[in-house]
């Protein structure tokens, strides 16, 4: 009698696990094949496209390496905006926040790095651009939450100041006196982050798993966690329970800030080492919809975000055999979105039918 | 009673056009709601019918089918005497039918003629000047004056009001609905509309009329419905309101909103006052408050409420009694005096730390704000202690101990619910009520404060949440009861506090006499 009550159960669960899976993977799936077909309208072998995607991007051991390393500023930027989202927060600039972050890490940390031991320094410049990350978040911070300026425009706008501000700062104040190149000075290559068993993938890697899955774990674990999502879920309840709603909302920018600008800074200490004028790989809004796609779980945005590397590193490289631009992977990044949308309504008015 | 003479008497000239439209047993459900319950009505050309009703009694529901947004799930509807569906709003708008909301429809940033010629295919030209010509003659004909190149920004809401009207007329509306139209307009405006209400009905069209305000029903209606939980439960047909004087009318409708017992007959039993020691020093007080930031300022508000008494707060609905629960429970700020709890200012204190004095707050806006509906029950549970042992340790949740805590609150309290993991969001008016209840009946209360606690719920609900009413009472806490249900007050209640307007009106022992003292305190007869 309990044993068929278990089995159907545990087939139940199955069910429902099979269902999420179909939920996320079904428009993975679909983006691949629409895609293909566009790639088809210009005339290239889908097949061989892909093929060279993943076999760069997955498959050769420098691939792979490049794509793991990339994971960890992109992990950390997912970790910045499942916070805030999770909490009703649609911090947009995170581009900014990870640009400022890393001006000032790659400003700080190779003067103070022949100084002090290499951890030292490491922790100092981490410690520098999540500050500035942070820093950069309080404008809209503070806006929304004593005047309920709407944080989309917000972010937004200090994007677009961010961005300028910090080739002001690599142009003018940062710049190395040693190159003609507007660029900060370099961390050189033994102060960096170090590397992983001998390859070379960067432990920012680690540092990206780490904050995602603490971030993860803080939302749905926490009384913390659980405050914030109060916060998103019904602000009037949050009141109505006597929340410090504005307390909360500048707490979520300031973690959600700190992240991205710690993220700029595992860009700098891991991979670049230096900033140079004009650098801005605009992370954040393209890891937005993958936050979306994973419906701000920690779990399921580290598998997207690893697609999403693939993908990038993969197509650099195809770009330079079939002519197909890099972007191409934003397009079926897009058509992901798309799908994503279609299979929402189609589930909701599943539900609907069920219920 | 007086339904039976409504329909007795028809109209004395019995022969003429049927009605516009007719209502025969229209009845509408929600989840867990019957919105409209076989509903009889007509609405006649030349005629001004008023709908009167509490929040919640139907009216908008009655309208939304009148204007082919919702469809009947059982009943008739008859258009001049024969029977068809409104089955959309476009299908509405080719009957007649027009609809004037209390918010502004028209686009502000257009001028009048422009928003006139809305609406049209995209092909056509619109032409302008014609269309201005014809709003002149419309709005001239039933007396308004309005310039058609005005943009609609620079109007005031009365204005607009009456550009839609125009609007409508110029469409060829003969059926127009005023939903809530007066309700944000300045006194001066509102009477404007009302003198315009009567013209339209000279001129032939009927007007449905949708308000809270007893005046503005006695003075520009010809008939009144009144609707309570969803049921038509009477009326004032024509002759009945030409006979009546003013105030005899409004005394009328008072007692059918809020009582369906004679005023004058025998009276209920009321609950036992020598329970309640006066002597003692009062649980609350509230000194002299004002509390300006609201929608319906607080003005001078003071009261006592001693241990283990209820006092209830009567009055219509929108007359600050949602204020006065906020301004208590530290939702909105007091302007000036002063609120004591136990000896104790409380007034400068948040909501957080007015709880742990033992103020709890049972919302009426249950899903707005008093529960996260996304979030499963147990949750919701602990919606005001999150982060306190032994459900949460060192900042932790201890998963185990809050689902005990639901397990315990679900038998206790009968929360009827498929899981203690369910979003409360899925659960029944009245289960959500039990959730809210459990939470804030846990602990030691000093002051409860229930705002139309039984507002929406079935029979079985509405006894379970007045014996949890008397409960808390009886535990020593001092309760406060809003509701726009007089029988409720007046079963429940020791003393009933009556607001108008964002004042105390006045106070009455719960003793033979109450309604009728507090029906005249509500239709401002005592002022």
Partial sequence: ?355 | MLDAQTRATARPSGTEAPPIVAFEGVTKRYPGIIANDSIDMEFRAGEVHVLLGENGAGKSTLVSMLSGLQQPDGGRILIDGVERPIGSPSEALEIGISTVFQHSMLVPSLTLVENATLGRKWWQKPDRAGTAEAMKAAAERIGVNLDPMAVTGDLSLGERQQAEITRALMRGARFLILDEATAMLTPNDAARLGELMRRLAAEGMAVVFITHKLNEAVAYGDRISVLRLGKKVGGLAPDALKTLDPQEATNEVVRLMFGTRDASGAEEAHPDSTTVDRAAKPTLELLAVYAEAGRVPLQNIEFKVWPGEILGIAGIDGNGQKQLAETISGQAPVSDGRIVLDGAYIDRMTIGQRREKGVRYVTDDRLGEGTVGTFPMSINLLLKEIGQAPYWRGGLEQPEAIRENARRKVTDFDIRTPSIDTPVGKLSGGNIQKVLLARELAGSSRVVIFEKPTYGLDLANIAATQMRIREAAKSGAAVILISTELDELLALSHRIAVMDQGRIAGIVENEDGARHTIGALMSGAAK
């Fill in chain 1, 1 to 355: 009698m309990t044993d068929t009550v278990q089995t159907t159960d545990a087939g139940q669960r199955l069910r429902a696990i099979g269902g999420v899976l179909m939920m996320s993977l079904g428009p993975v799936l679909m983006a691949f094949l629409l895609s293909g077909v566009i790639l088809l309208i210009l005339k290239v072998n889908p097949f061989s496209y892909y093929g060279y995607v993943f076999g760069r991007g997955l498959l050769s051991p420098t691939g792979v390496q490049a794509t793991l390393t990339r994971m960890g500023p992109l992990l950390l930027i997912a970790a910045a905006l499942i916070v805030a989202f999770r909490a009703g927060i649609w911090n947009l600039g995170g581009d900014a926040q990870f640009l400022v972050g890393a001006v000032f890490c790659a400003a700080a940390t190779p003067l103070m790095a022949p100084h002090v031991p290499i951890w030292l320094g490491l922790l100092a410049g981490a410690a520098i651009s999540a500050i500035f990350g942070a820093l950069w978040a309080l404008v809209p911070a503070f806006l929304r939450a004593y005047q309920g300026l709407n944080e989309i425009i917000t972010t937004l706008m200090m994007n677009f100041l961010g961005i300028s501000l910090a080739s002001v700062l690599v142009k003018l104040v940062f710049l190395d006196p040693a190159t003609t190149v507007p660029q900060t000075r370099t961390l050189a290559v033994e102060d960096r982050l170090p590397t992983l068993f001998g390859t070379t993938i960067s432990s920012g890697l680690i540092i990206g798993l780490v904050a995602i899955l603490a971030v993860h774990f803080m939302m749905t674990r926490t009384a913390f966690g659980l405050r914030l999502r109060v916060v998103g879920g019904n602000a009037s309840a949050a009141v109505h329970a006597g929340l410090a709603v504005p307390l909360l909302t500048i707490a979520v920018f300031a973690i959600s800030g700190g992240l991205a600008g710690l993220s700029g800074g595992v860009a700098i200490l891991g991979q670049y080492g230096n900033v140079r004028a004009d650098w801005n790989p605009a992370y954040s809004l393209s890891i937005v919809p993958l936050v979306f796609l994973a419906r701000f779980n920690g779990f399921a945005a580290i598998g997207f975000v690893g697609l999403f590397s693939i993908l990038s590193i993969g197509a650099e490289s195809a770009a330079r055999r079939t002519g197909v631009p890099n972007y191409f992977t934003l397009v079926t990044i897009g058509i992901l979105l798309v799908m994503l949308a279609v299979s929402e309504y189609y589930s909701a008015k599943r539900q609907k039918a069920g219920a």
